[in-house]
């Protein structure tokens, strides 16, 4: 019984984290000294990103986006720029690797490769038309990583 109301406290935040960052994403707006950009889009349902990173020598020094969608692309950009700002370019693909291992494939998420508070976003691989909306400002991330310098 116990267990059981372990798990639901930890999805009620879950929850709340996703709703948090839906309504006030952290990193949203313009950054004029980007070093690299890209965009994304999701015709299905309209969301749109558009992310620019401030790489400094293999640091991501900064991750801003600006765009719209869903509560879940909202979050889940906001969540990521968090992830990779003061991160490695190597870290931040490593990161991108293991989140669409676990969100899109499936592949277990409890193991060493831990996501940390990412973890919240993997849930929509339970909902297929939703997966595009949580890994489409991760494909703007390794677009622009592997993409021209802006």
């Not at 600006?66 to 979050?75: T, V």
């Not at 700002?85 to 193991?111: I, M, N, P, W, Y």
């Amino acid at each position: 019984m116990r267990k059981e109301s372990s798990r639901m406290d930890l999805q009620d935040l879950y929850q709340q984290t996703l709703l948090d960052h839906g309504k006030r994403p952290r990193n949203f707006g313009p950054l004029p000294e980007a070093t690299h950009r890209a965009e994304g889009y999701n015709p299905m349902c309209g969301d749109e990103v558009r992310l620019a990173l401030l790489v400094e020598g293999d640091v991501v020094r900064e991750a801003r986006f600006e765009g719209c969608g869903c509560a879940i692309s909202q979050a889940s950009a906001s969540m990521m720029t968090q992830a990779v700002k003061g991160q490695t370019v190597v870290h931040a693909r490593e990161l991108f690797d293991r989140f669409h291992a676990v969100v899109v494939r499936g592949e277990d998420e409890a193991s060493d490769d831990d996501l940390g508070p990412l973890d919240c976003l993997t849930g929509v691989r339970q909902y297929p038309n939703r997966i595009k909306c949580a890994t489409l400002a991760w494909h703007a991330l390794k677009d622009a990583l592997e993409g021209e310098r802006a």
